[in-house]
Nanobody, 121 residues
Framework: QVQLVESGGGSVQAGGSLKLSCAASGYIFSRCGMGWYRQAPGQERELVSRINRDSTTTYADSVKGRFTISQDNAKKTLYLQMNSLKSDDTAVYYC???????????????WGQGTQVTVSS
């Protein structure tokens, strides 16, 4: 059974940094893509960043140059380093992972419970 557990959220002042972690269990790391999404109150969940199965990365325009996604295959952990945080970054951040089946990847089939990030101005 796949389990994704996020940690590292919290409250920080604008301009500060946080590093989110997503520990995966029951999951074959790096076979498919994983990513970070966020959802602010009253808004839809949106992509923040993603590592694809070919190791390429994608970032939302709003976080480019400030956030960095990475993964440690040995620790089966996905990270999101967030620098120069803004109040607009306030949201619940979710880790998501693709499901691998018969050499294909099915996007975002597994989700963590989320971790709150609050940025005060």
């Amino acid at each position: 059974q796949v389990q994704l557990v996020e940690s590292g959220g919290g409250s920080v002042q604008a301009g500060g940094s946080l590093k989110l972690s997503c520990a995966a269990s029951g999951y074959i790391f790096s076979r498919c893509g994983m990513g970070w999404y966020r959802q602010a109150p009253g808004q839809e969940r949106e992509l923040v960043s993603r590592i694809n199965r070919d190791s390429t990365t994608t970032y939302a325009d709003s976080v480019k140059g400030r956030f960095t996604i990475s993964q440690d295959n040995a620790k089966k952990t996905l990270y999101l380093q967030m620098n120069s945080l803004k109040s607009d970054d306030t949201a619940v951040y979710y880790c998501a992972a693709d499901r691998s089946y018969l050499l294909r990847c099915y996007a975002n089939e597994y989700w963590g419970q989320g971790t709150q990030v609050t940025v005060s101005s």
